[in-house]
C-alpha cells in the first residue's frame, strides 16, 4: 500500500531533550512538510522540501530542524529552544515540481511534554 | 499574505439533511486552489475536495460540492445526504500557485467541528 507513515504515535520530551519526529512516505513524491496543529488554531507549516537535500523554512520555523537525506524520508528534531512543543505533529507530502499538487497527510503524532 | 477564515466554529446537522460549511478568503493572487479537508476524530486529514481558482465550474465529489465566488473570495462546501461518518472538524485551505513550482504551502482556516445527529 502506498502512503505516508508517521511515528511514533505518541512522544513524550523532558525538559531540554530534543526529539526527532519521523515521516515516511512510498508514494514517489518530491515535496513533503511538516505542520503543527494547536487546538483552536489550525495547521502553521514549519518547514518544507520540495527536493532532496533542499528544505525551507515554513512560518513556525525557531525550535525545528529538518534533514532531507533521501527522497522517502523527512524527519522533525523538536529542540531544547522550542519552548512550547506540545501539540499534534502532521507530515504531508505531494508530487511537487510544476504539477501544484494536492497534499496528502500522515496519521499524525502527538507530542506531550513531560 | 493570505488568509483563511472560518467564521463558524461548530455545527450540527441531521442525519441525510444537507448542510453548508463556510470559508472566506483574503489574497492577491490571481492563481490559486483552494481545498476542504477532513479531520475525523482518528486526526488523519483527509482531502474532501480541490477547486482550481481558473475554472468557474464548481468542483463536487459525490456528496460533496463546493460554491467557489471568486470575485466575493468565498468558498463554502456543501454536504448531501449527511452520514454519521461525516462528523469530523473541516479545515479550508489555500495554496497559491507558483509558476516555479517552489513554496506550495497551504494556508489553513481554523476550522469547524460538524457534529451528523442521528
Known sequence: ???????????FR???QNVTLSCEQNLNHDAMYWY??????????IYYSQIVNDFQKGDIAE???V?????ESFPLTVTSAQKNPTAFYLCASSIGGLAQETQYFGPGTRLLVL | AQTVTQSQPEMSVQEAETVTLSCTYDTSESNYYLFWYKQPPSRQMILVIRQEAYKQQ?????????NFQKA??????KISDSQL??????FCAFMKHSYTGANSKLTFGKGITLSVRP
Open chain 1, 1 to 11: 500500500d502506498g502512503g505516508i507513515t508517521q511515528s511514533p504515535k505518541y512522544l
Open chain 1, 14 to 16: 523532558k525538559e531540554g
Open chain 1, 36 to 45: 503543527r496543529q494547536d487546538p483552536g488554531q489550525g495547521l502553521r507549516l
Open chain 1, 63 to 65: 525550535g525545528y530542524s
Open chain 1, 67 to 71: 534533514s532531507r537525506e533521501k527522497k
Open chain 2, 58 to 66: 464548481n468542483a463536487t465529489e459525490n456528496r460533496f460540492s463546493v
Open chain 2, 72 to 77: 466575493a473570495k468565498s468558498f463554502s462546501l
Open chain 2, 85 to 90: 461518518g461525516d462528523t469530523a472538524m473541516y
